[in-house]
């Protein structure tokens, strides 16, 4: 089968053509960008690209694709689209591809949740990899221990990082209610994407939507400590629960907890032991609540906690999470993906253990739709509260804008440390303010959900400079 996909170049959809290629069909695919890295791994996987939405494309085909699969990013009126839907051209969703044509087959074990989604699926799929079960995968990011973000897999077991994001401009459900899991991992639940869901409760919907595709025989393995997922649950669930937390009540939870690692309690028993190498990039405790999570899920399948542990020694982080970037002169610079406020939080906390009572700059971009709308602007300030300084970029104007005032928002922060918080809508000039700032052992962390112009690596530039 010839499958064309429009929107390839994303994470996601840039996963699926992998997966489609290695099953054995014709892969080809277009996008508005079509740029290193993504177009470097899919042009070695053999998959022809296009440069953007034409719809002349579809006459560079010697015959129409049999199948055209669409991606999120792909709204009406975007020319090619319009094209498809005016010639009556088959099309479908990439989580319904998936879902239909991979994972009906397969034992699905899906992770959901606000936070941590693509590194407790990254733990989990290195869990099952490391004790030879070679699963297929499909991960938000670059799990290090593995060379690509996306596999087929060559045995029953599927890992999947399962997003509430809606599936395309046809079809509003959550993609993950196409995954049918049957373990699912419901990490934690707070309100985002607010350019989709109006609210907490909708959010709740769709994930309770998610419960009810787990079969009986199947497993849920629960966040005990998130009130949100309490209300998820008790919406109805016809398949058990284990609930993890950090608290003795929960059937799975912590003890021990230090900076290289934990131990693992199952119903007030000590089953396994978790240290972190030292170059795992792992940190924090939240670090900790996802690996106890991957191994409650690991022990559905009969990877025992020991088993699963002995494979998280070997865990390195994916790319983009708490990643050192570079030292000069003696400053640290990380890359984290973190844009929510309780992910900037918790990805500082984690830092902060790491390096005690080291300065710790904090350069913030906050350009996620939810972000930008502002609709979690009140909770940034105390979300940064651990950092020693923060510098923040907000684009003035253009498709990333903020819709608000940086300044006004951050000045909490300056109420008794004057400058401790600047904002900036020009990045040259954020960029000589932090290297103004940086002193020998200093950590500067790097935090958006986008390239950030190359920020991380214009300030080591700048760094080199520096006496």
């Given at each position: ?202 959010i709740e919907t769709q994930f309770h939507h998610l419960v009810r595709t787990v079969p ?200 008794k440390e004057l400058d401790r918080a600047k904002a900036f809508d020009d990045l040259d ?39």
């Amino acid at each position: 089968m010839h499958i064309h996909i429009l929107g390839i170049c994303g994470t996601f959809m840039g996963g699926i053509a992998a997966i489609a290629r290695q099953a054995g069909h014709r892969v080809t695919g277009c996008d508005a960008n079509v740029y290193p890295p993504m177009s470097t791994q899919l042009e070695a996987q053999g998959i022809e690209l296009i440069e953007g939405y034409s719809p002349d494309q579809l006459l560079q085909f010697e015959t129409m694709p049999d199948l055209f699969v669409i991606g999120n990013v792909v709204s009406r009126g975007n020319p090619l689209m319009e094209a498809i839907l005016n010639q009556g051209l088959p099309y479908t969703s990439g989580p319904q591809w998936l879902g239909e044509q991979v994972l009906f087959s397969r034992h699905v074990l899906a992770v959901a949740g606000t936070h941590g989604k693509t590194t407790t699926a990254a733990m989990l799929a290195w869990i099952l990899e490391f004790n030879g079960y070679k699963p297929g995968y499909l991960i938000g990011g670059v799990p290090l221990n593995f060379t690509v973000s996306a596999r087929l897999g060559e045995g029953k077991y599927f890992v999947i990082e399962a997003d509430e994001y809606d599936t395309a401009f046809f079809d509003k459900r959550s993609k993950f209610v196409h995954y049918r899991p049957r373990t699912a991992l419901l990490n934690n639940l707070e309100f985002d994407h607010a350019d989709i869901f109006a609210d907490l409760a909708a959010i709740e919907t769709q994930f309770h939507h998610l419960v009810r595709t787990v079969p009986s025989d199947g497993l849920l393995v629960v966040n005990g400590e998130e009130p949100a997922l309490a209300t998820v649950i008790s919406r109805g669930a016809w398949t058990p629960v284990e609930r993890f937390g950090q608290e003795a009540k929960n059937k799975w939870s912590l003890a021990s907890q230090a900076a290289d690692g934990f131990i693992a309690i199952k119903g007030g028993k000590e089953v396994a032991t978790v240290t972190w190498a030292p170059d795992s990039g792992v940190m924090g405790r939240h670090n900790q609540l996802n690996a106890l999570a991957a191994i409650a899920s690991a022990n559905h399948i009969g990877i025992s906690p020991t088993d699963a542990a002995r494979a998280l020694a070997e865990f390195k982080n994916v790319k983009r999470r708490l990643e050192t970037i570079g030292i000069t002169n003696g400053i640290t610079v990380y890359d984290d993906f973190a844009h929510h406020p309780t992910a900037i939080t918790t990805t500082l906390d984690g830092l902060r253990r790491r390096v005690a009572a080291a300065r710790i700059l904090a350069v913030l971009e906050p350009r996620s739709n939810t972000m930008k709308l502002g609709v979690m602007k009140a909770q940034l300030p105390n979300s940064l509260q651990v950092a020693d300084k923060v510098f923040a970029f907000g684009a003035s104007s253009g498709k990333e804008a903020l819709g608000w005032d940086l300044n006004e928002v951050l000045s909490p922060l300056n109420a008794k440390e004057l400058d401790r918080a600047k904002a900036f809508d020009d990045l040259d000039a954020l960029i000589i303010a932090v290297t103004k700032e940086a002193k020998f052992g200093d950590h500067i962390l790097v935090m958006s959900n986008g390239g950030f112009g190359g920020v991380h690596q214009k300030i080591l530039k700048a760094l080199e400079g520096k006496k």
